[in-house]
């Protein structure tokens, strides 16, 4: 498949590999696991892909690394609540996908590391759910401003590399494990597209069971009817120019890695 090559410009903040070289969809995984920063990043991400992918037997764990405590712009909000309220909507938005569980690591939101034990952590929960494919954050994005998401992306990278070795974390007395696929979102090169051709709604679904994050994130606020219309345009708009990328009406656009 050649990049752009159909009838719709390619957006301008995807950019494809230069050898144009796209693949689009892998073989449905028998477990995936996807791996990010805050509630809500990994049904951005990728949760048409995860709603596909379960739909066909897939069996998907999310695992979400930080507690979500700054996801809101009122300087009074009650933080420990926010913090149990967005658990229970990454919950019901990986309800929503067919997921099957979700992980907190509860690290601080905005205090996130990728040092050796947030690594060992990651690791683990490879070396627990053995999925064939990882997805997460691309930690190379260029001009990248959020560093939970930069750290995040390199969780996911080192995590599996040393889930995949039996000299790192002997400790957790788990068999390695190495997945055969890891894919990026947020890609700075985009070399992969899954079609999630039929599965908007069900990433629409999981992201609106961000109820705390409509008013800072997706412009929901007073008027939430009309308003809601104009982020399911903004989220079909961004499926429809990954898509493009991949030529498939609409898809969510990564960075895929295999040789793992
Ligand atoms: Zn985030």
Redesign the pocket.
């Known amino acids: 498949m050649t990049a752009g090559s159909g009838e719709q410009p390619v957006a301008s903040y995807l950019s494809p590999a230069a050898d144009g070289a796209v693949t689009v969809d892998l073989p449905v995984p028998r477990r995936a696991l996807a791996v ?3 509630p ?2 990994i049904d951005f991400g990728c949760g048409g892909t995860l709603a596909k992918w379960a739909a066909a037997g897939c069996r998907v764990t999310e695992l979400v690394l930080t507690d979500g405590s700054k996801g809101s712009w009122d300087p009074t909000t009650d933080r420990a609540a926010l913090v149990a309220l967005r658990r229970e909507e990454q919950r019901a938005a990986a309800a929503a996908l067919g997921a099957g569980g979700v992980v907190f690591l509860d690290h601080v939101d905005g205090e996130l590391q990728s040092g050796l034990a947030e690594r060992a952590e990651v690791c683990r929960v490879i070396r627990e759910s053995r999925p064939d494919v990882v997805l997460g954050h691309d930690p190379w994005k260029r001009y990248r401003l ?1 560093p ?2 930069r750290h995040a992306g390199h969780l996911a990278v080192e995590g599996i590399v040393a889930a995949r070795d039996p000299h790192f974390f002997p400790e957790q007395g788990l068999p390695p494990h190495r997945p055969t696929g890891l894919l990026l979102w947020e890609a700075d090169v985009v070399d992969h597209v899954e079609s999630i051709d039929g599965f908007l709604p069900a990433k629409m679904a999981a992201l609106l069971a961000h109820r705390s994050q409509w008013r800072s994130t997706m412009g929901i606020d007073a008027a939430p009817t009309a308003e809601e219309e104009v982020f399911a345009g903004r989220i079909r708009d961004r499926a429809a120019e990954a898509g493009a990328v991949g030529g498939v009406p609409l898809g969510e656009a990564f960075k895929r890695i295999d040789r793992l």
């Open positions: 990010g920063a805050h809500d990043d959020h939970d998401h």
